[in-house]
């Protein structure tokens, strides 16, 4: 019989599992986590963003302003500069999931 696929662990349940690990009630977790957040979000709007140590950065990027096609009509329309927001994850992170091939 096929195995269900399993669902990514929720709020809820990282809360229970890093409350059962630490022994702190989850309420002060859901404090550290809600600081911690604010941080990021703080920090990664400036230049150097935030690095989360072990598992990557956030940070700001630049996009120039471009051109590109209206899929409907084929119509050539101009794309504005923007910001946007990227996670660069680190190489421990990506070593600890996906282990480098020898």
Known sequence: M???PSRAMTKNQLFTHLAN???LPKKKIDELFNELLA???KEAKKEHGFTFPGLGKL???KRKART???PQT???IKIPAKKALK???AKQA???VTPPKK
């Open 39 to 41: 941080v990021a979000y």
């Open 21 to 23: 690990k630490t022994e």
């Open 2 to 4: 096929a195995k269900a």
């Open 87 to 89: 996670f660069r994850l």
């Open 59 to 61: 940070v700001v990027t």
């Open 94 to 96: 990506k070593d600890a």
């Open 68 to 70: 590109g096609r209206n």
């Open 74 to 76: 084929g119509e050539a």
